[in-house]
C-alpha cells in the first residue's frame, strides 16, 4: 500500500528538509540564520540580529501587551572543527556531543575558502591487528580527506576551519523522515508553523521568537538573549529522545505520540499546566516528560536569567539523535506546533495567575 502524506505533512517535511540540509555547526551559523529569516520575516512584525548571533522577532500582542513571551528553539548544529593539515588530510576536533562511533565513511562539507567536499577516513580494517579491530574508533584514528593534495590543500584549508556532515533529508514511511541536525532544526520548524497559525488570531502578549545560537556548547545564545530581552515567560523548543532498541520506556517516548511537556525543577508548575490545559483543551495528543534536573535545553537558560524566568519545555522526539540520521514524525511537529500556537493565544492577561505560592513550592 502506498503511503500517501497529508499536504500539510508534505509542507512541514518541504520545510525541515531545507534547515536539515542547511549547515550551521555551532558558532558558525550564519547560512542557517539567513534561511530561517527568509522564513521568519513574513510572521513578525519586527526582527533583527542581536550580538551574540541570534535571530530574534517580535510579534506584537494586544497593546498594551500583558506581557513578553520568549519561544526559544536553537540553530546550532554538532560538527567539527580543522585542528591540523597532515599533508594532504585533515585532523579534527568534535564541535558539541559528536559520537565518533558514527563519524567513520561519513561525508562532510568542510567550510574553507570554499566549500569542499570530503569525507571521514581511517586505516583500513584489513590493516589493523585483531586487537585494533576490536576496539572503538578513536579520534586520533579519523582524518578528512577533501581528495586535494598537500600544497594545494594548504592554499585553501586553514585551521579553525568549521566541518559540517553533508547529508540530504528524506520522507520514511508512514510519515516519518530523516536527517542531520533534526536537533535541532525540527524545533525551528515547529517555531514557525505556530506562528503561522496564529496570523490574524488574537493575543494578548508580545511574542518573541528566538532561534539561538550555541546551544549545543553551552545554551550560551539562549542566555545571552534571555538576559536581554527579559521575558516574563519563556518557553523553549526542544527534541527528545524517541524509542528505539536499547532506549528504556522511562527515557523515551514513541514517534507519533505528541509533544512531550516537561516536568521538574527546570520548569515552572503552573507554565506546565497552562501547556497542559491547551493540549487537553484542543485534543492534542501529548506526553509527560519527568525531567529531574538540568534539562540540557535552553529552558535551563532562560529559567535563572535575571531575577528568575518562569519557563517551559516542549520536546519533539527523535531517534538516533547527535547522528547523521535522526528520524521524526512529521505528525509530532505538527501537534507541537497546534500546541505552542493555542498555549500562547490562552496565555492570562495578568502575570500574577502565573505567581508561585507557597503550597507551588514557592518561598514564604
Not at 549547515?23 to 513574513?42: N, Y
Not at 493575543?203 to 549545543?216: F, L, P
Request: charged share 25%; proline share 7%; with cysteine.
Amino acid at each position: 500500500m502506498t503511503d500517501h502524506a497529508h499536504p500539510a505533512e508534505t509542507e512541514l517535511f518541504n520545510l525541515l528538509k531545507e534547515l536539515s540540509e542547511t549547515p550551521g555547526v555551532s558558532g558558525r551559523e550564519q547560512a542557517i540564520r539567513a534561511a530561517v529569516a527568509a522564513h521568519l520575516a513574513p510572521l513578525v512584525d519586527e526582527m533583527h540580529v542581536d550580538t551574540m548571533g541570534n535571530l530574534v522577532g517580535l510579534k506584537k500582542g494586544k497593546r498594551p501587551p500583558a506581557g513578553r513571551v520568549m519561544l526559544a528553539a536553537h540553530m546550532d548544529e554538532i560538527g567539527l572543527i580543522i585542528t591540523k593539515l597532515d599533508g594532504g588530510f585533515l585532523r579534527f576536533a568534535t564541535v558539541g556531543g559528536v559520537d565518533l562511533a558514527a563519524l567513520p565513511a561519513q561525508e562532510v562539507t568542510v567550510h574553507a575558502r570554499e566549500d569542499l567536499p570530503g569525507l571521514i577516513a581511517s586505516r583500513p580494517p584489513h590493516v589493523l591487528t585483531p586487537e585494533e579491530r576490536e576496539k572503538p574508533f578513536t579520534q586520533k584514528q579519523l582524518f578528512i580527506d577533501v581528495g586535494l593534495p598537500a600544497g594545494e590543500l594548504a592554499r585553501t584549508v586553514s585551521v579553525g576551519d568549521f566541518v559540517s556532515v553533508r547529508r540530504s533529508a528524506e520522507k520514511m514511511a508512514k510519515g516519518r523522515a530523516c536527517g542531520k541536525a533534526l536537533d535541532n532544526r525540527v524545533s525551528i520548524v515547529v517555531l514557525l508553523a505556530a506562528l503561522r497559525l496564529m496570523q490574524g488570531r488574537s493575543h494578548q502578549w508580545d511574542i518573541y521568537a528566538v532561534i539561538t545560537v550555541q546551544e549545543e556548547i553551552g545554551l550560551r545564545g539562549a542566555t545571552t538573549a534571555a538576559f536581554d530581552l527579559a521575558p516574563d515567560l519563556g518557553i523553549a523548543l526542544d527534541v527528545t529522545f524517541a524509542e528505539q532498541p536499547g532506549a528504556t520506556p522511562e527515557e523515551s517516548f514513541p514517534l507519533g505520540s505528541g509533544p512531550a511537556i516537561g516536568l521538574g525543577p527546570n520548569l515552572h508548575p503552573k507554565l506546565r499546566t497552562q501547556l497542559v490545559e491547551s493540549a487537553e483543551r484542543n485534543e492534542i495528543p501529548y506526553t509527560d516528560e519527568v525531567l529531574p534536573g538540568h534539562s540540557g535545553t535552553d529552558a535551563w537558560a532562560m529559567q535563572v536569567s535575571q531575577s528568575g524566568i518562569p519557563t517551559a519545555l516542549i520536546s519533539v522526539p527523535v531517534r538516533n539523535m547527535h547522528t547523521p540520521a535522526e528520524t521524526v514524525a512529521l505528525k509530532d511537529i505538527e501537534r507541537s506546533a497546534r500546541l505552542l500556537a493555542e498555549a500562547v493565544c490562552d496565555l492570562p492577561d495578568d502575570l500574577a495567575a502565573l505567581a508561585l505560592d507557597h503550597e507551588d513550592g514557592g518561598h514564604e
